[in-house]
């Protein structure tokens, strides 16, 4: 697939090299915040959140992909919710010794 026609204009101006490589890096970052989502699902879901972000302004500022961009609001959305749930269970350290 042609990945690279979904970045928009003027992020592959300011990025350096091309836009194939810009979506390479793209996906290189993408599976990091996977494996930190996997490790520290407290904190890597805001990193995702964040990362879909930019995505959508990316999508938004492009070449006319809105219905991607709604899907990714979606995906935004489950995301933050996820992200919160992680928060309210995560088990509390305890300062008392056995």
């Known amino acids: 697939m042609d990945w690279d026609r979904y970045l928009a204009p003027w992020i592959d101006r300011l990025v350096p090299g091309t836009a194939g490589q810009a ?3 793209v996906g290189v ?3 990091v915040a996977g494996l930190v989502v ?3 699902p407290r904190w890597g879901g805001y990193l995702v959140v ?11 500022t492009g070449p006319g992909y ?5 899907r990714d609001v979606g ?3 489950a995301a933050l919710a996820l992200t919160r749930l992680a ?4 088990p509390q350290r305890s300062n008392a010794r056995a």
């Open 66 to 70: 809105y219905d991607v961009a709604l």
């Open 23 to 25: 979506m390479y890096a």
């Open 75 to 77: 995906l935004l959305l």
């Open 50 to 60: 964040a990362w879909l972000t930019g995505i959508i302004v990316n999508l938004l």
């Open 87 to 90: 928060g309210a269970f995560t």
């Open 29 to 31: 970052i993408e599976i």
């Open 38 to 40: 996997a490790i520290r």
